[in-house]
């Protein structure tokens, strides 16, 4: 017994060993390129994630291609939020993305403090989520993530292209004073609003 237990510990590491992955470094913020999601890595983790950085908030701002999701984040009533210490991880929507949404939807989640305040935390989660770091702060090997609004969102890494939910990352790692910015292609809407 004790024999197969050996042979069954030993068989299990060598399975192990074998799915390992080699990973290379990317730098913050840059676009992801086909099918570099399976050779990325190297990032620095834990700890201050930015410090002398600007804070998500300013980093939204200072982007004209957030100011949909900035438009949200007032209207939700969570500008002081995204200002504090954190630290959180942003799923930031490009204003294109709002774009696509039916305009009745796009409309309530610009107009409507509760439903602006529904989809801005389903694109944050707490804690500092890199792509391409090790360990437990690794987003592609999270396999999901609980955003603050308390649904669970599935992360799925292809060969070309890293999903949160149906959104795909488009960049990665954007870091400020209080966090990680990730900037994603589709609003991931809450269950409730995305019928």
């Known amino acids: 017994m004790k024999r197969t237990l050996f042979i069954l510990s030993i068989l299990a590491v060598g399975s192990l060993a074998a799915l390992s992955v080699t990973f290379a470094r990317i730098p913050d913020g840059a676009p992801l390129s086909h099918g570099l999601e399976n050779q990325i890595s190297g990032l620095p983790t834990g700890g201050n994630v930015g410090l002398g950085l600007p804070s998500i908030l300013a980093v939204i701002d200072s982007r004209q291609e957030f ?26 929507p ?3 993305a709002f774009n696509r949404l039916p305009t009745a939807t796009e409309e309530a989640i ?11 935390m389903n694109q944050m989660t707490d804690g500092v989520l890199l792509y391409g770091s090790s360990g437990n702060q690794d987003l592609a090997r999270v396999g999901f993530i609980l955003t603050n609004d308390g649904n669970r969102i599935p992360i ?21 004073s209080n ?17």
């Open 94 to 96: 490009t204003d294109e």
């Open 110 to 120: 610009l107009k409507d403090p509760q439903a602006s305040k529904a989809v801005v």
């Open 67 to 92: 100011s949909s999701f900035r438009r949200a984040v007032e209207a939700a009533g969570l500008t002081p939020t995204l200002n504090s210490k954190g630290p959180f991880t942003v799923f930031v």
């Open 179 to 195: 966090g990680i910015i990730h900037v994603v292609d589709e609003v991931i809407l809450p269950p409730s609003s995305s019928n």
């Open 156 to 176: 799925i890494v292809g060969r070309n292209e890293v999903k949160v939910g149906q959104a795909r990352l488009v960049k990665a790692n954007i870091r400020a």
